[in-house]
């Protein structure tokens, strides 16, 4: 059974960074596009940055230049890892960030970790 956990969320000053980590675990064939979504109180969950197996990279307007996706697979290990880094921090970063892996044809997501910048 496949599973992702992430980690690295926090509470962060304004302009502060935060590493948000998800590793993929379990009986694992082939990964194909992975993905951060979060989730702002009151608000409906959205998509902020993707990151393809062939390496393509798309973000949410509002992150870029600031966020960064980057994925290590670790097949040897079968433990498949994409990472979120997040620079300059703004309160509207807040919520729970999610992350998703296209996993042998199906989607997995893991349990999410809140993110909250303070002002």
């Known amino acids: 059974q496949v599973r992702l956990a992430e980690s690295g969320g926090g509470l962060v000053q304004v302009g502060g960074s935060l590493r948000l980590s998800c590793v993929a675990s379990?009986?694992?064939?082939?990964?194909?596009?992975m993905a951060w979504y979060r989730q702002a109180p009151g608000k409906q969950r959205e998509w902020i940055a993707s990151?393809?197996?062939?390496?393509?990279?798309?973000?949410?307007?509002s992150v870029k230049g600031r966020f960064t996706i980057s994925r290590d697979n670790a097949r040897d290990n079968a433990r498949n890892t994409v990472y979120l880094q997040m620079n300059s921090l703004k309160p509207e970063d807040t919520g729970v960030y999610y992350c998703t892996q296209y996993i042998d044809y199906r989607d997995y997501w893991g349990q999410g970790t809140q993110v909250t910048v303070s002002s």
């Open positions: 990151i393809t197996s062939a390496g393509t990279i798309s973000y949410l307007d």
């Open positions: 379990g009986n694992i064939g082939s990964i194909d596009a």
